[in-house]
Structures are given as C-alpha cells and as structure tokens.
T-cell receptor, first 115, second 117 residues
Framework: AQSVTQLGSHVSVSEGALVLLRCNYSSSVPPYLFWYVQYPNQGLQLLLKYTSAATLVKGINGFEAEFKKSETSFHLTKPSAHMSDAAEYFCAVSAYSGGYQKVTFGIGTKLQVIP | GAGVSQSPSNKVTEKGKDVELRCDPISGHTALYWYRQRLGQGLEFLIYFQGNSAPDKSGLPSDRFSAERTGESVSTLTIQRTQQEDSAVYLC???????????????FGPGTRLLVL
C-alpha cells in the first residue's frame, strides 16, 4: 500500500519569496516520487521526479525537491516565486504492485503568488 | 500528434444519459491511465491499461463505468446512466513502460470536462 499527503491545499507566497510545498509519502517498497504541475485549464505536466539516483532532484522552471527517506518526505522548493508559478501542484508516488505500476496522487496544493 | 489528446474537451449531458470519452495516447506508449478530478479534489485513479495485459480496474467507482483499449492505441471511457456526482474532469495519461521500471513519467492529456445536469 502507498499513500501521499500534501500539507496545505492552498499556499500563498509573495513574488520573489521562497516557495515550499510539502509532500510526505508512505510506501512498502522503495518509491519513485513525482511532482506534477497543472496550469489553469491544462493537463498535468511533469515538474521533476526521483528514481533512486541523486536525492536532490532539479526540475523545470527552477524547482527542486529533496528525497529524505528518514522523514518520508519529498518537499518541493523554489528560491524565488514568479507570478507564472501560480498553478496547482501534485505530488505522486509510484511503485510496482501485483504486476501493475500503481501511481497514487496527493490532493494537490494550489499555489497563489501575490505581486 | 506530439502529445496525448482527449475528446471532447467539454461535455454537458443530462442525468441518466450515457457518455463516451476518448483518449489518444502518445504513439508507442504501452501504458494508459484514466483519472477523475472532481472540483477541489485530487486525482482519483480509475483504470490502467498495460500493453496486452488485463487492465487494472480497481479504481472504477461503480459498474456504470467501463473502459476499453484496442491494442496500444485509442481508449474509450464509458459512463452509463450518468449521475450528477459524475461531473468532473476526466484525465487520460500515457507512459512508455519500460522493463519493470515504475519510475515512468506519465504524459497527460488536457482532460474532458463533464457536466451532468
């Protein structure tokens, strides 16, 4: 069994401020972890993913996330928020189970950037 | 096409009617997923196709929901006798499934917005 918890369904930051979106996971096997972003009226697109290589993963648009096994976390950060970062962000965990790739998404965090 | 496409982009229907949603995955992608995204909620897994294997239907919410996929191409999600609670965005995603690699990236379509009146 696996699950994802995203703390904070809505996060507001000022333009130029640090962005921190929290994600904690549980998985009975070594997980693969993803962050997807959904802009208004669009489908989800991959921001970054962790596949057991480097624990600090860099993604598009200046985002990065660090896999911390001891904390079962995969928080998403960006040093300086831009207005264009306003979107909904989904954390997901993936593992093989019973011959299928099981992907479980969190409920999402809507990021608002205040000018 | 370069990405996953879905049709229709919007669908308004009356309660009790059947609807059919279509997904065209990226060519060559062996895995295909359907998700439901209700207003203000996260993605809810519905069904997963992997090549010619039996699909994982564990996420389908009721027997009114069914999906088919022909080989590694188009998939259709059918909702029979629609209810108002079926109103949601239905997202399709595909991935190029390697040899047992669960870290495959999913590529999402733009979704079909379904409104049941």
């Amino acid at each position: 069994a696996q699950s994802v918890t995203q703390l904070g369904s809505h996060v507001s930051v000022s333009e130029g401020a640090l962005v921190l979106l929290r994600c904690n996971y549980s998985s009975s096997v070594p997980p693969y972890l993803f962050w997807y972003v959904q802009y208004p009226n669009q489908g989800l697109q991959l921001l970054l993913k962790y596949t057991s290589a480097a624990t600090l993963v860099k993604g598009i648009n200046g985002f990065e996330a660090e896999f911390k096994k001891s904390e079962t976390s995969f928080h998403l950060t960006k040093p300086s928020a831009h207005m264009s970062d306003a979107a909904e962000y989904f954390c997901a965990v993936s593992a093989y189970s019973g011959g299928y790739q099981k992907v479980t998404f969190g409920i999402g965090t809507k990021l608002q950037v205040i000018p | 096409g370069a990405g996953v496409s879905q049709s229709p982009s919007n669908k308004v229907t009356e309660k009790g009617k059947d609807v059919e949603l279509r997904c065209d995955p990226i060519s060559g992608h062996t895995a295909l997923y359907w998700y439901r995204q209700r207003l203000g909620q996260g993605l809810e897994f519905l069904i997963y196709f992997q090549g010619n294997s039996a699909p994982d239907k564990s996420g389908l919410p009721s027997d009114r929901f069914s999906a088919e996929r022909t080989g590694e191409s188009v998939s259709t999600l059918t909702i029979q006798r629609t209810q108002q609670e079926d109103s949601a965005v239905y997202l399709c995603a595909s991935s190029l499934l390697g040899e047992g690699l669960p870290g495959e990236t999913q590529y999402f379509g733009p979704g079909t917005r379904l409104l049941v009146l």
